[in-house]
């Protein structure tokens, strides 16, 4: 069984704002391991609109790095803030490099989104 904690909704998404900086996959291993807020952002197919959202776990490493390089539906982020309601930001609160490019998304998340290694293998492998 799946718990989500943070909010309860009969709907089968959320919608959420995010701010972050989008990375190279070559370079999310070591973003990780450096203990950064590392998500993936991806569309596995299912409805219009919604996506997968969700932080990359060590666990899931070994497998991302395998796989992922020929994959055009995966992205990643290192994520400075994520909220679901209003919020008030302070651009020095997020800290990052003046030069960098942040990118602010608005996105539906799915609830059954991936938590674990399994998830993942089973809603990306092309060989399914």
Same mark, same amino acid.
Do not use: H, Q, S, W
């Given at each position: 069984?799946?718990?989500?904690?943070?909010?309860?909704s009969n709907s089968s998404s959320s919608s959420f704002?995010?701010?972050g900086k989008e990375i190279d996959f070559r370079d999310m291993s070591k973003t990780v391991k450096a203990g950064e807020n590392v998500y993936v952002y991806g569309y596995p197919g299912y409805g219009v609109?919604?996506?997968? =959202? =969700?932080?990359?776990k060590k666990s899931m490493l070994k497998y991302l790095e395998d796989f992922i390089y020929y994959r055009d539906d995966l992205k990643f982020y290192i994520v400075y803030k994520m909220f679901e309601?209003?919020?008030?930001?302070?651009? $020095?609160?997020?800290n990052f490099d003046k030069e960098e490019n942040i990118h602010v998304m608005a996105l539906d998340i799915n609830h059954h989104q991936?938590?674990?290694?399994?998830?993942? $293998?089973e809603r990306?492998?092309?060989e399914n």
């Open positions: 069984m799946k718990i989500r904690n943070g909010f309860v704002v995010v701010f609109g919604e996506c997968d =959202f =969700f932080p990359v309601d209003e919020a008030d930001i302070n651009i $020095k609160e997020l991936c938590t674990t290694l399994e998830d993942l $293998k990306y492998n092309n």
